[in-house]
């Protein structure tokens, strides 16, 4: 009886094309249910991510009772630290502002407050990416990263580098001593309209940034738009339009500690701001002009009242920027939610500042 037998020696071509679409299927469904297991890690991690901040800022708030108004700088610095590093995830994005923590995840195009049970949904996918994320441009100390670069902060006496500085980068270190300041060569016009943002740790008075008719620290005629601290620790806002004009923080931030204090002046008052929080405000009015040159870490501060008893600064700053308008709450706090030094120069940079030293270099 004759027998069929079949060849050994491979699949045929029908049997291989079989194979081949059968494990297209199972990689599709594998993928697919890795897919959503990662997914809903992201999203676990999130809500983790919002629950130790809470905590966190639970913590701080019980601390200090809220004074200065909690913010990530507050919470990851310092020599107890509330949290060791701030949460980074692709998938979603947590910030601090105003005391309180918001979420923003790829199918929410603003942030919300993290203690909307809904808050981490979405985390997970991919945020749009419109624009190219830029990175923070390798410099000098007192080099202008503004659009037009030019107005450089030469350091003085003792002003040095430092590599100790807010969200991960660099300051000027300033010791206090007379001539040891950063000083701009190009003479503009005071502006009429302005916000003055800044870096700044100190344990001492003096003079963070100011505006005077000299290029050097030489008795100028006019001075003013100066931010100093002030001989209790307290941070003032001073404009001259033809009268003092001061605002005062009624907290104080001479604690050794980083703290970003921005001061605007313009049709909405002379406000300041710490650490995103709207601390003091007052009406403006026409304001004196004059051509002169900024000064960081120094101003002639005579005749003005509360001054600290030096026209220089102990201490470090950083990210210093002036902007030609009067920035808006939301503006003003899209500086202070940057959790890290690349995010910090993004956000300055967007407001077109017409001068700009990070300091870090």
Partial sequence: MASTRRDSAGFTLIELLVVIVVLGVLAGVVVFSLGGVASQATVSACRADVKTLETAVAAYNAQTGGTPTVSAALLTQGVHPYVQSWPSNSGYT???????VYVQTPTNSVAVLASDPNACDGAGGSFSTSTTTSTVPLASLGADQSASGTNIASAQGGAVSSTSGPLGAGSASLPGT??????????????????????????????????????????????????????????????WPYQVAEVTSPSTYNDGQW????????????????????????????????????????????????????????GNVADIAIFPSQLSVSQVQSLASATTNTAEY????????????????
């Fill in 346 to 361: 993004e956000a300055v940079t967007a407001l077109n500042p017409s001068s700009f030293w990070p300091l870090n270099g």
């Fill in 94 to 100: 947590i910030t601090v502002s105003g005391g309180q």
């Fill in 178 to 239: 007379a001539g040891s300041y950063l000083s701009t060569a190009t003479q503009e016009l005071s502006p009429s309209k302005f916000s003055i943002a800044a870096w700044f740790k100190t344990s001492s008075p003096g003079p963070i940034v100011g505006f005077t008719n000299s290029a050097t620290n030489s008795s100028p005629s006019d001075w003013d738009r100066m931010i100093w601290v002030d001989p209790t620790g307290h941070l003032v806002f001073g404009v």
């Fill in 259 to 314: 703290h970003q204090v921005v001061g605007t002046w313009g049709p909405g008052g002379q406000v300041l701001y710490v650490d995103g929080v709207k601390v003091a405000s007052s009406a403006s009015s026409p304001v004196y002009t004059y051509n002169g040159y900024w000064h960081l870490g120094y101003s002639y501060m005579a005749g003005w009242p509360d001054v600290a008893s030096t026209n220089y600064f102990t």
